[in-house]
C-alpha cells in the first residue's frame, strides 16, 4: 500500500491538534496501515530548534523573508527526514500544518505574495504536496479570543500578531484552498468537537476507503 499524506489547516485557535489527536484517538485501530503524526514548523529534532527560533516572542526584531526562509529550512527537514520516508514505507502521515500555513502567513500575511512563497517552499520540499487537507474554518477573533482563554500570557510570536495580521491570513488561507479544491475539504470549526471530528472522520473514509 502506497503511503498518503494528511494535512490539517487553519487559523490560531481553530483546534487542529485537538481534533487530529482526538479523530485518531477513534480511528486509529482500524487503520490498515501504520501512521505517524507530525507538526509543523517542528517534526524532527533540527526542525524542532529551528522553531523555536521562529516562534520566540523575544525574537521581534525577526524579517519577514527571515521568517519565510525559516519556515521553508524547517519544513525541509522535516520533509526529508520524516515524511517522504514515512511515504515510502507505506505510513498515513498527518501533519499539523503545512506548505499551506506558509502561503498564508507569510505570503499573504507578511504581504511576501503567495506565489513567491510557494517558489521557495516547492524547492524546499521538491514539491511534495498532501493528499488530502482539511481546513478548520473559524473566524480569526474567535480563534484568538480561544488561545487567550486556554493560554493566557503563553501567546507564541505569530500569534501575538493584531487582529488586522490574522485576518489577512484568514484571507490568504481563503485564496489558497479556492486554488487547490481538489484536495481541500472545508470543516466549520465553530461546531461541537465531536461533530468536526466525525466530519474528519467521515471524509476519510469516503476519500481513502482502502485505508480502512
Do not use: C, W
Not at 498518503?4 to 496501515?33: M, R
Not at 503567495?114 to 511534495?128: G, P, R, S
Amino acid at each position: 500500500m502506497r503511503g498518503y499524506f494528511v494535512s490539517f489547516e487553519g487559523p490560531d485557535g481553530a483546534g487542529k491538534s485537538t481534533v487530529l489527536k482526538e479523530v485518531l484517538n477513534q480511528i486509529g485501530s482500524e487503520l490498515k496501515t501504520q501512521y505517524l503524526v507530525t507538526r509543523e514548523p517542528g517534526g524532527s529534532k533540527i526542525a524542532e530548534k529551528i522553531r523555536d527560533i521562529i516562534l520566540d516572542p523575544a525574537n521581534d526584531k525577526m524579517d519577514n523573508k527571515t521568517e519565510a526562509l525559516l519556515y521553508a529550512a524547517s519544513r525541509s527537514q522535516h520533509v526529508e527526514e520524516i515524511i517522504r520516508p514515512a511515504l515510502k514505507e507505506g505510513k498515513v502521515v498527518f501533519s499539523d500544518r503545512y506548505v499551506d500555513s506558509s502561503l498564508a502567513y507569510q505570503g499573504a500575511g507578511r504581504d511576501l505574495g503567495i506565489q513567491e512563497v510557494k517558489q521557495i517552499n516547492d524547492f524546499a520540499t521538491d514539491k511534495l504536496n498532501p493528499d488530502l487537507t482539511f481546513f478548520l474554518d473559524l473566524d480569526p477573533e474567535v480563534g484568538l479570543k480561544r488561545i487567550e482563554k486556554l493560554r493566557p500570557g503563553q501567546e507564541d510570536r505569530l500569534e501575538q500578531e493584531n487582529l488586522a495580521f490574522h485576518k489577512k491570513v484568514y484571507a490568504g488561507f481563503l485564496k489558497v484552498k479556492e486554488t487547490y479544491p481538489e484536495r481541500f475539504v472545508t470543516v466549520d470549526a465553530t461546531q461541537p468537537i465531536d461533530q468536526v471530528v466525525a466530519q474528519v472522520i467521515a471524509t476519510l473514509k469516503q476519500r481513502m476507503p482502502e485505508l480502512f
